[in-house]
C-alpha cells in the first residue's frame, strides 16, 4: 500500500505491507535508526515517536495509519550543528549509559515539554512511566527534564 | 605524567553522548547488507523431550523462505565451552548449539529459518512441524537433587557442580558458641534484561575464507577463538565486531548458541545473515540468574561477635552449564560472610540442573543472593541477642587493621582461585552511612505505625570483588595529525567505557581529551583481548591504557631526542610538541613519521579489587495491600579512586535500581510442565521511572587499591549487592509487631501482604 506523511518536516511515501509496523518503516524503510524497537509490544517505550504533537509507540501503529500525518524521530529533535537543550540536560546529567531507551526517552519527553513546560516532577515521571531504562535508575533523567522545562517555557513565551 | 590535566576525577561529560542523543547509535539491529538474509530460530515449545521429527517442508514452501537448518545440516554439533570455572566434569554438562536429539528447555534451538525479511522467516517457523516426543521434567532443584529423573543420563547425577568455601573450623565453632541460629531463604529466578535484546550479522567472505561477525560484546576475543575452532577455522579467520551495546550486566555477549548458528548459517547459505532476538525469545533464550536458596546457620557470642557460618546453598542453574554459569554457585560457597570477620566457614554450593533457561552472571553473581541471605540472617541474631543492627555490624566488620583479608579457600579450586580483601577502612563507609542516612532518628520509626502504614529501616554492608584477571591489553599509535589512538581489549556496554579511557590517556598523555580517540573491543584492534566483566575495565583496562601512554611518551622522548640532537631525558613534552631544553620543538605531528606506537598487557595476577560500603533504606508497608513505599535509600561505597564521577554515581544508582526490581519486582515464573509464565514485559515487571524515586548514592576514594597503578577498584557491581537484604529487613523491622520474617524474594505485595495479614512468621511459600 502507498502511504504519504511528513517525517521530521520532509514528505515521504512508501510502499508498504498492510503488516508494516510505524518502527519497521522508520529504521528499514526510511534509515531513521534512531528509533529503537526492545519488546515490539508497546511496553518499554524505546520506540516512541511523535505523530501530530502525540507520543506513540510506532511499534503498535501500523504504517498505514500515518497517511497525512506529520511523524517526528529523534533525529528530528536537532540540528547538525547543536544538540537541543533537553539532549544538552541529558548529556550534563549523565541521564544515558547504554542509550537504547533514549530516543524514546527524548521524544515523550519532548511531547510533554512542549505541552507541559511546566511539568513538575511527579508529573514527569509519570509521562515517562512507560519508558523502560534499565541502565540509570531514572533519576538523572527526572533531573535533565526537570532542567529542560527552562527552555520549552520560552519557546512557548509570545 | 606530564601536563597539567585533570580528566581524572573530573565530572567529564560523555563523548559518545553525543551520538546516541541524536539517534545515531550503531547497534547491529541498524546496519545491513546487500543481499542479506534474516534468520528467525525455532525454539522448544515443551521443557524436556526428544526430537522426533522436524519437517521443514511447509516452510520451504513460503516464497522467500530460503534455508532451514537443523542439526542435521551441521553434523558433529559443537557444544559451549566454559569460560570461566572449566572444571572437570563439567564437559558433561555443556550446551550444544543445536538441540539434536533432545530439548531441555522452553526456547532451546532447533532449527533456524532464513528468510527474505524477518517476517518471512518467522512464518517459516511458524510453518515448521516439530514433533517432540515430551518427557516429564524436572521443575525445580528438589526434583533435581532426587535424582528420579537424570538430565543426562550418562553424567548420573543432576549436580552440576559442589563448591565448598572453608575457613577455620565451623563446626569446633558452633560447639562452642552462645548462640546458634538456623534458618533457610529464597531468591527467585530472574534475568538482567537489557534494553536492546541481542543481535548479529554475520558475513562469510568465500574467497579471503574470513567470517566477520558484527554484534559482539562483553568478550569478543574468547568468542572469536571458540567460533573459530567450532568452525574449523583459524582465529585469524574470524573477527568480531564490537558495536553499539544496549546494555550487558553479565548477560549479554557471552557465547550462546546464536553465535555459532548465524555465522553457520551466513557460511551455509553463502549470504550475510542477520538475527535480531525479539523480547519474547530473549526471556527464555538468554541466561537467567539469580535462582538461590539455602539452609544455612550463624554462632555467636552474646556480644553479637559472629564465630562461625556454616550451611548449604542449592543453586538453580537451569538445564546446562554455560559460560559462567558456575560463577554465582561459586561466589555463593566463597564469598558467603561478605565484609565480615567470620574466623569459621563452611559453606557449600550445589549447581542443580533443572528443565530451565540455563543460567549465567547477572550484575554480582552470587553476591547479591548472598547477601541477602547473610545479612537476613545477621539480623534475625541481632535481635535475638538484643543488638541493634549497625552496632552488630560494626562489631562484625573486617578492620582497617586486618588487611589484606583471606576469604574461605574454595575446593574445587584451591589456591589458585584464593581471594581477599585488598584495601580500606569497612566501618568508615558504615559511619558515613549512619550519618547521611539519620540512622539515629530514623531508627526511632522502627516498626512504627503511622498513618496506616508501619516503619522500618534497616542498614547492610556489602564488598565487591571487581577487576578479575587476567590482564588486558592496550595499544596507542600517535597519528600524523599528532593525535593518539588508543585501542583498548575492554569493551562497551553501555558503561561510558569510551569517555573513561579518554580521561585517562588524556591525562597520562598530557593531551586535550579531544586529541585522544579511543577504539575498544572488536578484535581486528589488538592481538588479544578479555573484554568487560566482573567491573574489571576500568581497573585492567584503564590500567593498560596508563601503561601504555607512558611508554608512548618515553618512546616520543627518545624519538624527538634524536631528532632535536639531545639525550631522551632532557626532552621536555607540553601542549602536544616535544621540546628541547632551550632548543628547538617538534610537534607530535612531526613525530608520527617515526611509526610510534607502544602496545602493552596489564596483567594484576588474579588479585581482584574490593570496592566496599554500606546501604541503609527506609520503607513504609502498607500491610492492607502489601504495597511497601521505599522512602528513602542510600548506599555509601569506596572505590579507592574516581575516574569520573558522573558515570561511577550513574552505575551506583543504576546497580540499585536494578537491585530493587530482584526485590520487589522481577520473577522469571514457571510452571510446573517447566513453562515459563513471564514471556514479555507486561508480565516480567522491571522498575519504572515511578517506583523507586528515592535514592541517594555516595562514593568515597580514601583508600585506593594497592593492585594496580590507578588504586581504582571496580565499581559498576556495588550498590546492587546489599538491596536484597537491606529491603528484607527493612520489611521485616517494618512488620516487627506481626512477626514477618521475609525470607524469600522477591518481596511481591502477595507476600508482604501475607505477612502483614497473617501476625505470623511466614512459610516459605512454594
Given at each position: 500500500m502507498r502511504v504519504s506523511f511528513r517525517v521530521n518536516g520532509d514528505p515521504v511515501a512508501v510502499d508498504v505491507e498492510p503488516r508494516l509496523h510505524l518502527a519497521d518503516c522508520l529504521r528499514d524503510m526510511l534509515s531513521l535508526t534512531g528509533t529503537h524497537l526492545g519488546c515490539e509490544h508497546g511496553a518499554c517505550g524505546a520506540c516512541t515517536v511523535i505523530v501530530d504533537g502525540a507520543a506513540v509507540r510506532a511499534c503498535l501503529m501500523l504504517t498505514v495509519q500515518t497517511e497525512g500525518a506529520s511523524v517526528v524521530t529523534v533525529e528530528g529533535l536537532s540540528s547538525d550543528k547543536a544538540l537541543s537543550p533537553l539532549q544538552t540536560a541529558f548529556r550534563k546529567h549523565h541521564a544515558l549509559q547504554c542509550g537504547f531507551c533514549t530516543p524514546g526517552m527524548l521524544t515523550t519527553a519532548h511531547a510533554l515539554l512542549t505541552e507541559e513546560p511546566d511539568a513538575d516532577a511527579d508529573r514527569i515521571r509519570s509521562a515517562l512511566s512507560g519508558n523502560l531504562c534499565r541502565c540509570t535508575?531514572?533519576?538523572?533523567?527526572?533531573?535533565?527534564v526537570l532542567e529542560a522545562r527552562a527552555a520549552y517555557r520560552k519557546a512557548n513565551r509570545p | 605524567m606530564i601536563g597539567t590535566n585533570r580528566y581524572i576525577g573530573s565530572p567529564i561529560e560523555r563523548i559518545e553522548d553525543l551520538r546516541f542523543l541524536r539517534g545515531r547509535g550503531q547497534f547491529v539491529g541498524d546496519l545491513k547488507r546487500e543481499s542479506m538474509l534474516h534468520a528467525a530460530i525455532l525454539r522448544s515449545p515443551v521443557a524436556h523431550g526428544l526430537v522426533a521429527a522436524v519437517d521443514a517442508s511447509a516452510a520451504l514452501a513460503i516464497a522467500g523462505v530460503r534455508a532451514v537448518i537443523t542439526a542435521k545440516d551441521i553434523g558433529a554439533v559443537p557444544r559451549i565451552p566454559l569460560r570461566l570455572l572449566p572444571l572437570p566434569g563439567t564437559e558433561r554438562f555443556l550446551q550444544p548449539v543445536i538441540a539434536a536429539e533432545r530439548v531441555r528447555y522452553v526456547g532451546e534451538p532447533v532449527a533456524v529459518v532464513l528468510g527474505d525479511s524477518p517476517a518471512l522467516a518467522e512464518d517459516g517457523v511458524g510453518a515448521?512441524?516439530?514433533?517432540?516426543?515430551?518427557?516429564?521434567?524436572?521443575?525445580?532443584?528438589?526434583?533435581?537433587?532426587?535424582?528420579?529423573?537424570?538430565?543426562?543420563?550418562?553424567?548420573?547425577?543432576?549436580?552440576?557442580?559442589?563448591?565448598?568455601?572453608?575457613?577455620?573450623?565451623?563446626?569446633?565453632?558452633?560447639?562452642?558458641?552462645?548462640?546458634?541460629?538456623?534458618?533457610?531463604?529464597?531468591?527467585?529466578?530472574?534475568?538482567?534484561?537489557?534494553?536492546?535484546?541481542?543481535?548479529?550479522?554475520?558475513?562469510?567472505?568465500a574467497a579471503q575464507g574470513r567470517m566477520t561477525v558484527l554484534g559482539a560484546a562483553k568478550v569478543p576475543f574468547f568468542n572469536r577463538d571458540t567460533l573459530a575452532a567450532m568452525l574449523g577455522l583459524s582465529p585469524a579467520q574470524v573477527d568480531l565486531i564490537e558495536n553499539d551495546v544496549g546494555g550487558g550486566f553479565g548477560a549479554r555477549g557471552e557465547f550462546y548458541p546464536e553465535d555459532f548458528l548465524i555465522p553457520f548459517a551466513a557460511r551455509h547459505v553463502g549470504r550475510p545473515v542477520r538475527w535480531l532476538e525479539d523480547r519474547r525469545e530473549h526471556l527464555t533464550a538468554m541466561n537467567h540468574a539469580r535462582q538461590a536458596d539455602c539452609e544455612v546457620e550463624i554462632a555467636c557470642r552474646s556480644d553479637g561477635t559472629i564465630l562461625g557460618l556454616?550451611?548449604?546453598?542449592?543453586?538453580?542453574?537451569?538445564?546446562?552449564?554455560?559460560?559462567?554459569?558456575?560463577?554465582?554457585?561459586?561466589?555463593?560457597?566463597?564469598?558467603?560472610?561478605?565484609?565480615?570477620?567470620?574466623?569459621?566457614?563452611?559453606?557449600?554450593?550445589?549447581?542443580?540442573?533443572?528443565?530451565?533457561?540455563?543460567?549465567?552472571?547477572?550484575?554480582?553473581?552470587?553476591?547479591?543472593?548472598?547477601?541477602?541471605?547473610?545479612?537476613?540472617?545477621?539480623?534475625?541474631?541481632?535481635?535475638?541477642?538484643?543488638?541493634?543492627?549497625?552496632?552488630?555490624?560494626?562489631?562484625?566488620?573486617?578492620?582497617?587493621?586486618?588487611?589484606?583479608?583471606?576469604?574461605?579457600?574454595?575446593?574445587?579450586?584451591?589456591?589458585?582461585?584464593?581471594?581477599?580483601?585488598?584495601?580500606?577502612?569497612?566501618?568508615?563507609?558504615?559511619?558515613?552511612?549512619?550519618?547521611?542516612?539519620?540512622?539515629?532518628?530514623?531508627?526511632?520509626?522502627?516498626?512504627?505505625?503511622?498513618?496506616?502504614?508501619?516503619?522500618?529501616?534497616?542498614?547492610?554492608?556489602?564488598?565487591?570483588?571487581?577487576?578479575?584477571?587476567?590482564?588486558?591489553?592496550?595499544?596507542?599509535?600517535?597519528?600524523?595529525?599528532?593525535?593518539?589512538?588508543?585501542?583498548?581489549?575492554?569493551?562497551?556496554?553501555?558503561?561510558g567505557l569510551e569517555t573513561v579511557m579518554a580521561q585517562i590517556a588524556a591525562d597520562t598523555l598530557g593531551m586535550p581529551l579531544g586529541q585522544v580517540r579511543v577504539l575498544h573491543g572488536s578484535t581486528p584492534f589488538l592481538d588479544e583481548g578479555y573484554g568487560a566483566f566482573a567491573s574489571r575495565s576500568t581497573v585492567l583496562g584503564g590500567s593498560a591504557v596508563f601503561e601504555a601512554a607512558n611508554a608512548l611518551l618515553a618512546k616520543i622522548r627518545t624519538a624527538a631526542g634524536a631528532r632535536l640532537g639531545c639525550p631522551a631525558e632532557q626532552v621536555e613534552l607540553a601542549d602536544g610538541c616535544a621540546r628541547a631544553l632551550d632548543g628547538p620543538s617538534l610537534a607530535f605531528a612531526e613525530l608520527a613519521a617515526d611509526g610510534l606506537r607502544v602496545t602493552t598487557a596489564f596483567g594484576n595476577d588474579n588479585r581482584l579489587t574490593y570496592t566496599y560500603g554500606s546501604a541503609a533504606a527506609h520503607v513504609a508497608v502498607d500491610p492492607g495491600t502489601g504495597d511497601v513505599e521505599l522512602l528513602d535509600c542510600?548506599?555509601?561505597?569506596?572505590?579507592?579512586?574516581?575516574?569520573?564521577?558522573?558515570?561511577?554515581?550513574?552505575?551506583?544508582?543504576g546497580g540499585m535500581v536494578q537491585g530493587l526490581g530482584g526485590?520487589?519486582?522481577?520473577?522469571?515464573?514457571?510452571?510446573?510442565?517447566?513453562?515459563?509464565?513471564?514471556?514479555?514485559?507486561?508480565?516480567?515487571?522491571?522498575?519504572?521511572?515511578?517506583?523507586?524515586?528515592?535514592?541517594?548514592?555516595?562514593?568515597?576514594?580514601?583508600?585506593?587499591?594497592?593492585?594496580?597503578?590507578?588504586?581504582?577498584?571496580?565499581?559498576?557491581?556495588?550498590?546492587?549487592?546489599?538491596?536484597?537484604?537491606?529491603?528484607?529487613?527493612?520489611?521485616?523491622?517494618?512488620?516487627?509487631?506481626?512477626?514477618?520474617?521475609?525470607?524469600?524474594?522477591?518481596?511481591?505485595?502477595?507476600?508482604?501482604?501475607?505477612?502483614?495479614?497473617?501476625?505470623?512468621?511466614?512459610?516459605?511459600?512454594?
Open positions: 535508575g531514572y533519576i538523572p533523567i527526572v533531573e535533565a | 515448521i512441524a516439530l514433533d517432540i516426543e515430551e518427557l516429564p521434567p524436572i521443575a525445580d532443584r528438589q526434583a533435581s537433587g532426587r535424582r528420579e529423573i537424570l538430565l543426562f543420563e550418562e553424567a548420573g547425577t543432576n549436580a552440576a557442580m559442589v563448591f565448598t568455601g572453608v575457613k577455620g573450623d565451623a563446626d569446633a565453632a558452633f560447639r562452642d558458641a552462645d548462640y546458634v541460629r538456623r534458618d533457610q531463604f529464597v531468591v527467585q529466578r530472574y534475568t538482567a534484561l537489557p534494553m536492546e535484546p541481542r543481535g548479529i550479522l554475520a558475513e562469510w567472505d556454616r550451611g548449604e546453598v542449592f543453586v538453580d542453574l537451569g538445564a546446562y552449564v554455560r559460560t559462567n554459569g558456575l560463577i554465582a554457585p561459586r561466589t555463593l560457597a566463597q564469598c558467603f560472610t561478605g565484609p565480615y570477620r567470620v574466623p569459621n566457614v563452611r559453606m557449600t554450593s550445589t549447581a542443580l540442573l533443572t528443565n530451565k533457561t540455563p543460567s549465567g552472571t547477572y550484575r554480582a553473581p552470587g553476591r547479591y543472593e548472598g547477601s541477602f541471605f547473610c545479612e537476613r540472617l545477621i539480623e534475625l541474631a541481632a535481635r535475638d541477642l538484643g543488638i541493634d543492627s549497625a552496632e552488630m555490624r560494626r562489631r562484625n566488620l573486617i578492620g582497617a587493621g586486618e588487611m589484606p583479608y583471606r576469604l574461605p579457600r574454595l575446593e574445587p579450586g584451591g589456591p589458585a582461585v584464593d581471594t581477599e580483601c585488598d584495601s580500606g577502612d569497612y566501618c568508615e563507609t558504615l559511619d558515613r552511612c549512619l550519618v547521611e542516612f539519620g540512622w539515629e532518628e530514623k531508627r526511632a520509626l522502627q516498626g512504627r505505625e503511622i498513618g496506616g502504614r508501619y516503619h522500618g529501616v534497616a542498614v547492610a554492608c556489602f564488598i565487591e570483588g571487581g577487576g578479575a584477571g587476567p590482564k588486558e591489553t592496550a595499544r596507542l599509535d600517535l597519528e600524523a595529525d599528532g593525535t593518539v589512538s588508543v585501542y583498548v581489549g575492554s569493551t562497551a556496554v553501555g558503561q542510600l548506599v555509601v561505597e569506596d572505590v579507592g579512586r574516581i575516574v569520573n564521577p558522573l558515570t561511577l554515581h550513574g552505575q551506583a544508582i526485590a520487589f519486582l522481577e520473577h522469571l515464573v514457571y510452571d510446573a510442565s517447566g513453562q515459563l509464565l513471564a514471556g514479555n514485559l507486561a508480565d516480567y515487571l522491571i522498575p519504572t521511572m515511578t517506583d523507586f524515586p528515592c535514592l541517594r548514592a555516595i562514593a568515597l576514594e580514601n583508600h585506593r587499591s594497592p593492585s594496580n597503578p590507578l588504586g581504582v577498584k571496580g565499581a559498576g557491581e556495588g550498590a546492587i549487592i546489599p538491596i536484597g537484604g537491606l529491603m528484607a529487613n527493612a520489611v521485616a523491622n517494618a512488620l516487627v509487631s506481626f512477626g514477618a520474617t521475609p525470607n524469600q524474594l522477591p518481596l511481591s505485595p502477595a507476600r508482604v501482604w501475607h505477612m502483614g495479614s497473617a501476625k505470623q512468621s511466614t512459610r516459605i511459600l512454594e
